[in-house]
């Protein structure tokens, strides 16, 4: 009865062990998936930025219609 006593205690600390190191590999693998999160979201605000900025560089060079241009437009319609 001992010998399974001490089997069972040994296999406990095995499993308590394997379970530590567990636990810091998905913290670790939280922490990573955190940061490419983030980099992830600045990319993509900064490519909304850049595509908003030429969406309206290029509406200025083409001339876009005033203000006025459109009211003129509506009523003409």
Known sequence: MERVNSSLCLE?????HENER???KAQQLDQEN???LAQLK???????HNSSASSSAS?????APSAATA?????AA
Not at 12 to 16: D, T, V
Not at 42 to 48: E, I, L, P
């Open 71 to 75: 009211a003129n437009n509506f009523k």
């Open 42 to 48: 600045r990319k993509q605000q900064q490519q909304q």
């Open 22 to 24: 567990l636990r810091r």
């Open 12 to 16: 406990n600390l095995r499993m308590m």
């Open 34 to 36: 955190k940061a490419l």
């Open 59 to 63: 509406q200025q060079q083409q001339g």
